[in-house]
């Protein structure tokens, strides 16, 4: 069971940082996030070691994943926010299918708004 949190309303330029918190073990953890009217679309990704991620081109320098085992906790640290970053972002296990992230055993999301 995953619990995504640390959601809220910034600034333009804000910063935020989410946490998801994993019951049982976990493998690759990823991060998704749903925009009003938008598909739900990736936002990174990191393996079980945490020693690789992987990130989508529209967050890429801004935004870093990272993950604690000891802790059974994920986290995104999100930079530099735009309003187009507005989306309830959601955490799941990830799998890469070639190009294409996936999710499975979603965690409730969390609200991220960021206003202009």
């Known amino acids: 069971q995953l619990q995504a949190s640390g959601g809220g309303l910034v600034q333009t330029g804000g910063s935020l940082r989410l946490s998801c918190a994993a019951s049982?073990?976990?493998?690759?953890m990823g991060w998704f996030r749903q925009a009003p009217g938008k598909e739900r679309e990736f936002v990174a990704a990191?393996?079980?070691?945490?020693?690789?991620?992987y990130y989508a081109d529209s967050v890429k320098g801004r935004f870093t994943i990272s993950r604690d085992n000891a802790k059974n906790t994920m986290y995104l640290r999100m930079n530099s926010l735009k309003p187009e970053d507005t989306a309830v972002y959601f955490c799941?296990?990830?799998?890469?299918?070639?190009?294409?992230?996936?999710?499975?055993?979603w965690g409730q999301g969390t609200l991220v708004t960021v206003s202009s």
């Open positions: 990191i393996s079980w070691s945490g020693t690789t991620t």
């Open positions: 049982g073990r976990t493998f690759s």
């Open positions: 799941a296990r990830a799998s890469k299918d070639g190009t294409t992230w996936s999710g499975d055993s």
